[in-house]
T-cell receptor, first 108, second 115 residues
Framework: GIQVEQSPPDLILQEGANSTLRCNFSDSVNNLQWFHQNPWGQLINLFYIPSGTKQNGRLSATTVATERYSLLYISSSQTTDSGVYFCAVNSGNTPLVFGKGTRLSVIA | KAGVTQTPRYLIKTRGQQVTLSCSPISGHRSVSWYQQTPGQGLQFLFEYFSETQRNKGNFPGRFSGRQFSNSRSEMNVSTLELGDSALYLC??????????????FGEGSRLTVL
């Protein structure tokens, strides 16, 4: 099955800093999602981005499907950005496969 | 538009008991997927139901089962609970088609503790 690797596993930032999270996947996909898991455990949808670039406020994402990777950019980070960020992929109607996540801590 | 609703949010059981978790998908969504999240294993796929049929199944023992009703609501059941079943159980729904899972939207989860 598809393998998903996220890096870095942990990231500590000062408030206001920018960051880039990476997601590599082992096979072609037609679905890629980025999630933020809040402290209560809910997975919040950030982007549905099988290819191309999208932006939503301070967050943006780029997926280069031909090279099998996706990047999540967080600019001007805030303490509320803290949490775990997951990348998940699948193809067709197969199950969504998750990476192990990047744990982000933003310090005031 | 209401999101995915999971009940109960928290529950405590003892070894050997069974548990049933419920998931109401977003209106119009025909697919419901279940995931187990533990600190050691991360997010692992349990099963997916599409139009009342189990379409995909993860690598879990037969103690884990599920079903989907005609209104797309889904339940999962775990029988003969073990300590290792303690986890956050997450349900997701999507506007899936027969050949595409679509974008998944998750509920707040049911946190199960087995003593």
């Amino acid at each position: 099955g598809i393998q998903v690797e996220q890096s870095p596993p942990d990231l500590i930032l000062q408030e206001g800093a920018n960051s880039t999270l990476r997601c590599n996947f082992s096979d072609s996909v037609n679905n890629l999602q980025w999630f933020h898991q809040n402290p209560w455990g809910q997975l919040i949808n950030l982007f549905y981005i099988p290819s191309g670039t999208k932006q939503n406020g301070r967050l943006s994402a780029t997926t280069v499907a031909t090279e099998r990777y996706s990047l999540l950019y967080i600019s001007s980070s805030q303490t509320t950005d803290s949490g775990v960020y997951f990348c998940a992929v699948n193809s067709g109607n197969t199950p969504l496969v998750f990476g192990k996540g990047t744990r982000l801590s933003v310090i005031a | 538009k209401a999101g995915v609703t999971q009940t109960p949010r928290y529950l405590i059981k003892t070894r050997g008991q069974q548990v049933t978790l419920s998931c109401s998908p977003i209106s119009g969504h025909r697919s419901v997927s279940w995931y187990q999240q533990t600190p050691g294993q991360g997010l692992q796929f349990l099963f997916e139901y599409f139009s009342e049929t189990q379409r995909n199944k993860g690598n879990f023992p037969g103690r884990f089962s599920g079903r989907q009703f005609s209104n797309s609501r889904s339940e999962m059941n775990v029988s003969t609970l073990e300590l290792g079943d303690s986890a956050l159980y997450l349900c997701a729904s999507s506007l899936a088609t027969s050949d595409n899972t679509g974008e998944l939207f998750f509920g707040e989860g049911s946190r199960l503790t087995v003593l």
